[in-house]
């Protein structure tokens, strides 16, 4: 197999194609965005170097995995850290049996949803079945969301500070600026302009038009959420040439400022009866960043219009849904929607709409954001950034791309919720890939809360239910910056030399800065007789600079289970240099990584004394 031995030039120029990925992942990862993504060319490396000893195989079937799935054949792929997913998806889509384990319940939807999609597809009329509930959920609660006849997008809310500048926008071919006067608090639009600074055509003040929070909040203004109060709204409205909007001032607009309070008091009629809605959270990792937000239970994080909209989308679909592959799609795209349907998403003026990616990750709590209608929707075609229809039109773009390289693959597929120290291992893998937290990241289940709640909250109304506690999540996973660390590493090493054969091939994906981190990793292989024999350098995840590690690069680390091998084949040189073409990347500091592993490599194995690079 070419796994063992990849050519450098290879191992480059699928460093060079993850380029393709940085921006938008595959329409079969879109389903539902979890942490640390890795890019799914990565995967398809493995996968076809596996299977194949030819470089040129190898190459035709990393861009088209239909061409693996006769040599894939019975073969069994094996991930104890499934995460997401993308292994398990790319492993089946290259017609791989798959099995997978994940501590975190948020993760084993996302997996199975991905998963569902692949091997066995969605209904031919899903899309239909998408329209029913999003316009039954919206008949519950439009009244939530109508202002003077029009639809209500994005609320803007702030905890005591507010930008001066709102959004951004087309208009004859122009783009401009939607911009908040600090003085008087009336919005007019201002086209873009090197100098940022405007002048309010209303009061005569001057003021930069910036996304920072500059200007207090007038005490008056209109309180929807909890310590969150309205600055402004922007409302979609339908016209002759489609769908045009409009911003208006809530500090400004007496009428507009007297309806959100309104709305968000019947919006908490609506959901008082949801106990759990009201649960404080689970002491864990990060916590400590909402308590000082005074943001301590589930309703915290979302403002009342949300949470009624997501009531509302989960008793639509318990009517429509008709089996359980249908309502995991459905509650996948709600879990889906909470990165930019929640109180932790952050808005971006430039864009002119929320970005989940930074808010979400590392809980924090913005000083200004807007709640995202998640039912704004015209059909299946979303109104606002990351609604229930936005990931309900990502499955069904997945569904497409299924079809499109190939169809289906009906292969076997497990995910399990559990972890892998305790849960049950497949009786024997071919390809095992280990992929344990590293990095900046210290708790996937702190990342995942809104998620999670939403899913406690809501899932007993489709009789969807899971029995650990957020904090119970945490103390179950495993991270090389915890005390028990090195003792649950071994047993896992330990587990899976177990259900290796000659054949089987386990890739650790892992990087670190010191030689004692790879010691603690490395040796647990040595013990149960695996053996590294080849080490690739490659990309990591898209850089976010949020949670990922300062180290963009990570090591494909190849072990095969018997005797020692005299040499280890390494490749990195050329990698690095195409990936620091393409992405910012601290070429001294990947340098410095690589000399602990092989440092490490030394010390924990005296048989890999010598290096073949």
């Given at each position: ?57 190898v190459l035709k079937a990393i861009e088209n995995p239909k061409l693996m799935r006769e040599k894939a054949l019975g073969k069994t792929f094996f991930e104890p850290f499934a995460g997401g997913g993308t292994g398990l998806v790319e492993a089946a889509l290259a017609g791989f049996n798959v099995y997978g384990l994940d501590v975190n319940p948020v993760a084993v939807v996302a997996a199975k949803a991905g998963l569902l999609i692949v091997t066995q597809g969605i209904p031919e009329n899903f899309r239909r079945i998408c329209e029913k509930v999003l316009n039954e959920a ?295 890939v280990l992929d344990p937290p590293y990095g900046k990241v210290k708790s996937y289940a702190s990342l995942s809360l809104p998620h999670f709640y939403y899913l406690k909250t809501f899932g007993e109304l489709l009789d969807f239910k899971f029995a650990p506690t957020l904090h119970y999540i945490e103390s179950r996973e495993i991270s090389p910056g915890k005390a028990d660390f090195q003792e649950k590493w071994e047993r896992i090493v330990s587990r899976i030399s177990q259900i290796m054969h000659d054949k089987s091939r386990s890739v650790l994906m892992f990087n670190a ?101």
């Open positions: 197999m070419l796994l063992d031995n990849l050519p450098e030039k290879l191992v480059a120029e699928v460093v060079l194609k993850t380029n393709k990925e940085k921006a938008r992942r595959i329409p079969v990862h879109a389903v539902h965005r979890w942490w640390s993504r890795r890019f799914s060319i990565i995967y398809r490396l493995i996968l076809s170097a596996y299977l194949f000893d030819e470089e040129e195989k919206w008949k519950m609660v439009s009244k939530l969301w109508e202002f003077d006849s029009k639809l209500v997008t994005y609320i803007f809310v702030s905890r005591e500070y507010i930008p001066s500048w709102l959004s951004t926008k087309k208009e004859a071919g122009k783009r401009i600026r939607v911009v908040l006067c600090p003085y008087c608090f009336r919005i007019f639009k201002t086209t873009l302009a090197s100098v940022p600074k405007a002048v309010c055509p209303f009061c005569g003040n001057e003021f930069e038009i910036t996304s920072k929070p500059i200007a207090r909040l007038p005490s008056g203004a209109p309180e929807v959420a909890t310590g969150w109060k309205a600055f402004a709204v922007e409302l979609r409205f339908k016209t002759d040439r489609g769908w045009s909007r409009e911003y208006l001032s809530a500090v400004e607009s007496k009428k507009l400022a007297t309806w959100l309070e309104k709305v968000s008091s019947n919006a908490l009629m609506l959901v008082k009866n949801s106990l759990s809605t009201f649960e404080e959270f689970d002491d864990v990792f990060e916590i400590s960043k909402l308590r000082r937000a005074n943001m301590r239970r589930v309703f915290d994080i979302f403002a009342p219009h949300q949470l009624a909209s997501f009531l509302a989308y989960s008793e639509a679909v318990r009517n429509f849904a008709k089996n359980e592959e249908e309502k995991l799609l459905f509650i996948t795209a709600a879990s889906e929607a909470t990165k930019c349907c929640s109180l932790l998403a952050k808005w971006y003026p430039p864009l002119g709409e929320c970005v989940p990616a930074g808010a979400v990750k590392a809980l924090w709590v913005p000083k200004y954001t807007a709640i995202t209608n998640p039912l704004a929707s015209d059909s299946i075609r979303p109104l606002a950034r990351g609604t229930l229809a936005s990931a309900l039109r990502a499955q069904l773009r997945a569904s497409s791309y299924v079809k499109r390289i190939g169809e289906i693959s009906r292969v076997s597929s497990e995910v399990l919720l559990g972890d892998a120290l305790e849960a049950t291992y497949p009786q024997s893998a071919d390809l095992i800065m010191t030689v004692k981190t790879w010691i603690n990793i490395l040796k647990p292989f040595k013990t149960n007789n695996i053996y590294p024999i080849a080490i690739y350098w490659v990309l990591g995840e898209a850089p976010s600079g949020i949670t990922a590690s300062r180290l963009k690069g990570m090591y494909l680390i190849v072990f095969r289970k018997g005797e020692e091998p005299g040499r280890v084949h390494i490749v990195w040189k050329s990698p690095i240099a195409i990936a620091a073409n393409i992405v910012r990347l601290d070429v001294n500091l990947e340098e410095k990584a690589h000399q602990s592993l092989l440092e490490a490599l030394r010390e924990s194995s005296d048989g890999c004394k010598a290096f073949k690079r």
